[in-house]
C-alpha cells in the first residue's frame, strides 16, 4: 500500500513538472502579437557584416559601400552574399572595380551575373579580385603574380609607375581597418 501511495507521489510530481515545464516552454515560444514573422531577407542578412559601429577603422566592404563610383560592386557582393567574407579580420586586399569598369563589359554581362541562378560564377569573378595581404601599390611591383581568393593566379605587370593586376590598372588606393581597396579601371575576368 505504501509502495502504491510512493508511485501515485512520484507520477504526481512527473505530471506537475511536465505541465510546469509546458507552460514555461510555451510562453517563451509564443510571440507577441505586434512582432511580426522574420522576413526570409532579414535572416540572409546575419554576421558581421551587419553589425555596424561608429568608431572603428572603416573594412573593405565599408569603404566600396561608402563610395559613389563602387554601387555596382557593391550590389554584385550583396547579390553573391559575399558581405560577411569581406568584413573577416583579414588581411584582404581588394582589387575593386569602378562603376565604369562594370560598364565597360559586354551589354548584358552585368545584369545577367547578378541573377541568383549565376550566384555561383559571380561570386568566383568577385573572388578573383581578393587576395591575402595588405600590400601597396608601390609594393605589389615587387610580384609577378598573386593567389586569388578564388584559389586561381592572376598576373602583376609593371609599367613605369602604373601597377597592372589581371590588365586592370590600380588608379588609387584606400587603406581599410582590415586590409586595403586598390580602385582599378577594369573588371579582372578569371581564366576558368
Keep these: 500500500m505504501k509502495q502504491i501511495a510512493n508511485t501515485h507521489l512520484l507520477f504526481g510530481l512527473l505530471f506537475a513538472l511536465c505541465l510546469f515545464a509546458g507552460c514555461k ?3 517563451k515560444t509564443q510571440a507577441p502579437s505586434d512582432q511580426g514573422a522574420t522576413t526570409q531577407e532579414n535572416a540572409k542578412k546575419q554576421g558581421q557584416a551587419f553589425l555596424k559601429d561608429d568608431e572603428a577603422t572603416p573594412n573593405v566592404l565599408d569603404i566600396a559601400i561608402g563610395s559613389e563610383d563602387h554601387s555596382t560592386l557593391v550590389a554584385a557582393v550583396q547579390a553573391a552574399e559575399l558581405e560577411n567574407a569581406l568584413v573577416n579580420a583579414g588581411p584582404l586586399m581588394v582589387f575593386a572595380p569602378t562603376n565604369s569598369a562594370f560598364e565597360a563589359l559586354p551589354a548584358g554581362t552585368v545584369e545577367n551575373l547578378l541573377k541568383p541562378e549565376n550566384k555561383d560564377a559571380l561570386a568566383n569573378i568577385l573572388k578573383y579580385h581578393v587576395t591575402p595581404g595588405r600590400y601597396t601599390k608601390d609594393f605589389l611591383k615587387k610580384f609577378k603574380k598573386l593567389g586569388q581568393a578564388n584559389n586561381q593566379n592572376v598576373t602583376v605587370e609593371v609599367q613605369g609607375d602604373d601597377v ?3 590588365g586592370a590598372k590600380i588608379i588609387a588606393s584606400v587603406p581599410a581597418g582590415n586590409g586595403i581597396v586598390h580602385v582599378v ?4 575576368l578569371p581564366p576558368n
Design 185 to 188: 579601371d577594369k573588371v579582372i
Design 164 to 166: 597592372f593586376v589581371g
Design 25 to 27: 516552454n510555451e510562453t
